[in-house]
């Protein structure tokens, strides 16, 4: 009982000086921290409702925030080339099909080494390194664009573009590390 007498005092303490990791007071600080951060980055919208609704962005730091934007890039890339592979089955028309096949052959790569090697790399703090490649990604989804822009309208547009503009946030806010 003596010890326990003893222990509250610096327990309370304790809380006192640990304050501003309790979720309220850290959830204030991380919005802030996404605000200002999506600030300088091209798509600032994107970037705040991004972060906003992905878990572990509380009491993030800007590094945390850069990881989970690429974790959702390449979320959105596969789920993309899943997209694509159910559009080529799906079609009969050949004039469809050769684009999509097109996008498929740009978007295999980033799915299974351009991104996962870019994350390697941001995990081992080489930022350089890691803007290259989701540089590089969002390039391919602006390729894959413009295969469709002469007689047909993309049924990859929307997708597209949100690829593009989530690389361009990455790229952002990995720059912010350097
Ligand atoms: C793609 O990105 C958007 C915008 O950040 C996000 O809302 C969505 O959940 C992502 N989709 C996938 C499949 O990760
Ligand atoms: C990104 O995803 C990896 C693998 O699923 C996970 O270990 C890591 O914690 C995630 N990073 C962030 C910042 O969410
Ligand atoms: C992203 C991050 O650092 N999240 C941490 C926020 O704080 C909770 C509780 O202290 C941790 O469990 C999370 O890992």
Redesign the pocket.
């Known amino acids: 009982m003596k010890s326990f007498f003893f222990l509250t005092p610096i327990l309370l303490l304790n809380l006192i000086i640990l304050s501003p990791r309790t979720p309220a007071l850290s959830l204030e600080k991380s919005v802030g921290l996404i605000e200002k951060t999506c600030k300088k980055t091209p798509y600032h919208d ?1 970037c705040v ?2 972060l906003r ?1 992905s878990p572990g962005s509380s009491n993030a730091t800007v590094h945390d925030l850069a990881g989970t934007i690429l974790n ?1 890039t390449l ?2 890339t ?2 993309m080339l899943s997209y694509i592979e159910a559009l080529i089955d799906q079609t009969e028309d050949p004039q469809l099909e050769r684009p999509l096949d097109y996008c498929a052959e740009l978007y295999i790569p980033v799915v299974e080494y351009t991104l996962p090697q870019a994350i390697v790399a941001f995990d081992k703090a080489r930022y350089r390194f890691a803007g290259y490649g989701v540089s590089d990604a969002g390039d391919q989804a602006d390729k894959c664009e413009k295969e469709f822009s002469k007689s047909m309208a993309s049924p990859l547009g929307d997708r597209n573009k ?1 690829v593009s503009e ?1 690389c361009d946030v990455a790229v952002a806010i990995i720059k912010m590390l350097q």
């Open positions: 994107l409702s991004s609704s959702l979320a959105n596969t789920n949100l989530l």
